[in-house]
């Protein structure tokens, strides 16, 4: 079981039979030259983890929403400050990346009203969320949204997807929300951003370095909020009996569950929240990336 293993770590283990990532993101892993061949590598993807993301998501949109960073503000300064509660229809939050995780926290997005744009490597469809693929269809997406919420796997494909010309797309005093991993982002591009005002707030769980190093210039921006890396973790009591499951599985000569591919990342699958006829736009993205 491993979560970030050295590379090399693999070579002298001669009887490994399974890998088991200990997380949802498989990036540490995908690409690696020093993997076992032919030894199955799964991840963890558990509803559990999903609602704690969801949770997550939805806690950093709400409190974009209903504006609480200017009222935690004016109550540091002992002032009752009145500001209108927009409603959440006139909101619009576009979720990038419509994985297991990503299509949860859309769906909840949209069920507390907002108007939930997706947008994900194929073509994904989720009840009540308009649903976008494709390069071409991206800058238009970021552009549209109030709150921007990043959920992609990080694949070479989408590394610094998020440079500087692609954040100065989204609309001047939007939101930003990170929950995925940091160097999908430039984050240089992001902090300039956030001190000219054109990104207005940013909620930051995953950074180009974790810990995000002391006198890092976000740590003291007030329109920036900071958590470490805990959006949704791995549960103890859950994984363990996905990851016992598929050690009887591979004991008793079968495939595990939940297989990814170290070349391409997450081998394409359903997302609960998707109905049964994706429509793969596999190619037309110009990624070739694990399915986001
Ligand atoms: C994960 C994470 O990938 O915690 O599971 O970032």
Redesign the pocket.
């Known amino acids: 079981m491993v979560w970030k293993p050295p590379q090399g770590i693999f070579e002298p283990m001669t009887n490994l039979r399974l890998i088991v990532n200990l997380?949802?993101?498989v990036d540490s892993l995908v690409g690696r030259d020093d993997l076992p061949r032919n030894i199955p590598i799964t991840r963890?993807t558990d509803p559990q983890?999903s609602r704690m993301m969801a949770g997550y998501v939805l806690f950093a949109v709400l409190r974009h929403a209903r504006d609480i960073p200017f009222f935690e503000q004016a109550q540091r300064s002992g002032e009752w400050t009145y500001r209108h509660p927009r409603s959440p229809e006139e909101i619009t939050v576009a979720v990038l990346g419509l994985g297991q995780l990503g299509a949860k926290a859309a769906h909840e997005l949209q069920r507390q009203g907002f108007r939930t744009l997706g947008w994900s490597r194929s073509l994904a469809q989720i009840d009540g969320v308009a649903c976008f693929s494709g390069m071409d269809t991206l800058d238009s997406v970021i552009g549209q949204a109030d709150i921007v919420v990043l959920m992609l796997p990080l694949t070479p494909q989408t590394k610094q997807l998020f440079d500087r010309e692609r954040l100065k797309k989204m609309r001047p005093g939007a939101a930003f929300i990170n929950v995925a991993?940091g160097s999908l982002v430039s984050q240089a591009a992001l902090t300039d951003l956030l001190k000219s005002g054109h990104i207005g707030a940013a909620t930051l769980d995953?950074f180009e370095r974790e810990p995000l190093p002391v006198g890092d210039a976000l740590w003291s921006m007030p329109n920036v909020l900071i958590t470490p890396?805990l959006a949704?973790?791995?549960i103890p009591a859950t994984s363990a009996k996905q990851i016992a499951a598929n050690i009887l599985r591979v004991a008793a000569g079968e495939l595990p569950d939940n297989i990814i591919d170290p070349l391409r990342g997450i081998k394409p699958r359903q997302s609960p929240c998707m109905e049964p006829q994706l429509q793969h736009t596999e190619g037309a993205t110009g990624m070739g990336g694990p399915s986001p």
């Open positions: 997380g949802a993101g963890i983890m991993r995953v890396h949704s973790v791995a």
